[in-house]
């Protein structure tokens, strides 16, 4: 490759080897830059690529997308408003907002064949409380679901899009027959006269040899590049439409909604922490403050008289401000989740709560981040409390498990009914794990089980793969904290 | 003699009520939040009360309106407050109401000896200022600069004067003799241009206030009926 080069000078040599990749280089770009590029890429460049076949393709799957939207929407309409009297009319109305925004959806994966831009869905896929916590059977949950499709505003700009996009279909589709009707026509003209038959060009020209069609055959070509041209900036355009109406700057505006949703949600978790030191302060006051002012009247008094049941007393009483200390150090954070993680928090957990509780925790050796582990560890810790206090269940289980995300899962046979309106617990539970982006799903129908499901997006704790690392490295990293390693020892058998 | 004591801690009022009868004086009545302070005042007429600060039901300083609304209505009553943290304008407005009064910090009641003669010292119509309220006075970065005239046992004895100890206290906390104390009394006097007090409370008034209000005229401060440093913020 370079021995037959006719450049001498080295680093010439060297941007010429590289150059050579440049065209192929060049025409994967365009392809990368959507149809527009293609298009003015020049004819050679056009024409030669599967470019006008993508365009194609596009307009003729949104004619049958847009086409079949209208018809379905149309049936649900008429089924919604016949069947209004028994009810089920309104799931089949309901269900017209939200046929629109999953031909939304679909139109914006579509755009992927033309347009490589990202097309996030304007759809607030996050946390919203209340709405997610869903209780009751299957179809109130999917009812539910329904109704806040029918309530964002998202939803109804898509509707506004699929109407007058179905209209378009059709004449996207008209123009993608009439296209290829015209690149057919003179061949098919040919064969025509090939098989005996003639041929009438407008007025008086009426061809009957096969000779007489070839000249007219060189107009193909032309034909064909013109319907070329015409399906990719058709497709072009509708693909900008569809940009437009789906994907566009109404993205802002559901970012400030989710920015308030925020907002509200930072201002339930300042006053949240808030509570929390106030409960910190009461306890500090109210217990070991007030046992260490009487330990130390006591030990007044023991220095007085020599007493010993006085010493005694007072040993007791340090006993006691130790333990309340130890507690309330406990409830702040428990060392067992920093030291084991945790599983062997939620362990020591149940052990402490007075339902009997089942623990099945399946991370292995892998540990989230501690955040993550602090968030998972209160969330369960709030949930079992509430069984304790209000399911009158039997039994509870604590499901555990990693992977892309975090899922901690509290389940017991009590009464059921758990309602997020009316206790705040929930909601502040909900806010704890919005924080990490992480959201609450539970399910509570009357009469119970209770299933409170707690989901995080995974992140791996710098600890843990800091010890991994210390594992297969020659220790040039600082050795783990004893219960670390004990840990990852644990996870390797 | 008879007292009434208020504190929410069963813990501590049982506490105090053994420091207090092992020193012979009878506790009347003990009782958990500020109303039942007051009803147990009216019906017991102790010679002297002793009440915490935070109390049910609001948990806030209901101890300490309770005080000074006994310190209103019966000016005579001497009234000791226990406090779980030291805090400079309590004291301020108990000092306001006259004399026979007292503001501590609960954890003095260990040191029992001297707990019972700030207590007694408070029945007897005098002062009892914590240590450490006077000590925040006189804190590095706010000490007025004349007390660097001062000798190291004057600052002694000052302190001593500021947390309401009579010259004879005075003597014995520092161990030294009385007429040594009434020497230093008059040389920190002299030096700050404090007027000679007639009577113990008065002297931790001006005092007092001199820490406090460096600026202000001793003589004011000396007031018999002084106006405090702050306006009580509990005005009865």
Request: aromatic residues 4%.
């Amino acid at each position: 490759m370079t021995s037959d080069n006719t450049t001498t000078k080295p680093s010439a040599r060297a941007a010429g080897g590289t150059g050579e990749e440049l065209p192929g280089g060049a025409r994967r770009e365009s392809a990368v830059g959507g149809v527009w590029q293609a298009l003015a890429s020049g004819p050679a460049g056009f024409l030669g690529s599967l470019w006008p076949v993508r365009a194609m393709g596009y307009l003729l799957a949104g004619g049958v997308l847009g086409l079949g939207w209208l018809f379905l929407a149309v049936g649900l309409v008429v089924v919604g408003i016949l069947l209004l009297p028994t009810g089920v009319g309104v799931i089949a109305l309901l269900c017209v907002p939200a046929s629109a925004a999953g031909l939304a959806g679909l139109e914006r994966r579509r755009l992927r064949w033309l347009d490589p831009r990202e097309a996030p869905s304007p759809h607030q896929n996050g946390y919203a409380p209340g709405e997610d916590e869903a209780g009751g059977n299957a179809a109130r949950r999917a009812l539910r679901r329904l109704w806040r499709r029918a309530r964002t505003p998202a939803t109804w700009v898509e509707f506004g899009f699929a109407l007058p996009n179905a209209v378009l279909s059709v004449l996207d589709l008209l123009v993608v027959v009439l296209g290829l009707g015209l690149v057919a026509s003179q061949p098919f003209a040919l064969l025509t006269v090939l098989g005996g038959d003639q041929v009438m060009y407008g007025e008086g020209i009426v061809l009957t040899e096969p000779v007489q069609v070839l000249p007219w055959l060189l107009l193909t070509p032309v034909f064909a590049a013109l319907a070329c041209y015409t399906f990719a900036g058709l497709a072009g355009m509708r693909a900008a439409l569809a940009r437009a109406a789906l994907v566009g700057p109404r993205r802002e505006k559901e970012l400030d909604a989710r920015l308030t949703e925020v907002t509200a949600s930072r201002a339930r978790l300042a006053d949240a922490f808030e509570v929390e030191r106030r409960r910190i302060e009461r306890d500090l006051h109210d217990g070991a403050q007030q046992r260490l002012t009487g330990l130390i009247m006591t030990l007044g008094l023991a220095k007085l008289d020599a007493d010993p049941a006085l010493v005694a007393k007072a040993q007791d009483e340090a006993r006691a401000v130790l333990a309340e200390l130890r507690d309330l150090v406990h409830g702040i954070q428990p060392s067992v989740l920093t030291d084991r993680g945790l599983g062997a928090a939620l362990e020591a957990l149940a052990e402490r709560s007075p339902v009997p509780v089942r623990v099945d925790e399946r991370l292995g050796s892998l540990r989230p981040a501690e955040a993550l582990e602090i968030a998972a560890y209160f969330a369960a810790s709030e949930a079992l409390t509430n069984v304790a206090k209000h399911s009158g269940a039997a039994h509870a289980t604590v499901t555990v498990r990693g992977g892309r995300t975090l899922t901690v899962e509290v389940r017991d046979d009590g009464r059921g009914g758990a309602d997020p309106e009316r206790g705040t617990g929930l909601t502040g539970l909900a806010d704890r794990l919005a924080v990490h982006g992480g959201r609450l799903r539970l399910s509570s129908p009357p009469g119970g089980p209770t299933v409170v499901r707690m989901e995080l997006p995974w992140a791996d704790g710098a600890q843990g793969a800091g010890a991994r690392e210390d594992g297969s490295t020659t220790g040039l990293t600082e050795p783990p904290r004893e219960g670390r390693r004990e840990i990852h020892a644990a996870g390797d058998c | 003699m008879r007292l009434v004591i208020a504190e929410d801690s069963v813990l501590l009022r049982e506490g105090l009520s053994q420091i207090l009868a092992r020193f012979g004086h009878e506790v009347c009545a003990g009782v958990g939040d500020a109303p039942a302070l007051l009803e147990a005042v009216a019906a017991h007429a102790p010679d002297c009360v002793v009440t915490d600060v935070r109390m049910p039901p609001g948990l806030r300083d209901e101890g300490l309106r309770a005080a000074l609304q006994l310190r209103t209505e019966h000016p005579a009553l001497p009234v000791l407050v226990l406090s779980q943290y030291v805090e400079n304008s309590y004291a301020a407005d108990l000092l306001a109401t006259g004399d026979g009064v007292g503001y501590l910090l609960k954890d003095r009641v260990g040191e029992v000896a001297e707990f019972i003669e700030a207590l007694e010292r408070v029945a007897a119509g005098g002062t009892a200022i914590d240590p450490e309220v006077v000590r925040r006075l006189l804190a590095p970065d706010r000490e007025p600069a004349e007390l660097r005239r001062l000798t190291a046992r004057e600052r002694e004895v000052l302190a001593a004067m500021a947390e309401g100890r009579s010259n004879g206290g005075i003597a014995r906390a520092l161990v030294v003799s009385e007429a040594a104390v009434v020497k230093h009394v008059r040389s920190i006097l002299t030096k700050l241009d404090l007027p000679p007090a007639p009577d113990d409370h008065r002297r931790v008034l001006a005092v007092l206030a001199y820490l406090r209000h460096p600026d202000r005229s001793p003589a004011t401060a000396a007031d018999p009926a002084p106006a405090p440093a702050r306006t009580p913020r509990h005005p009865a």
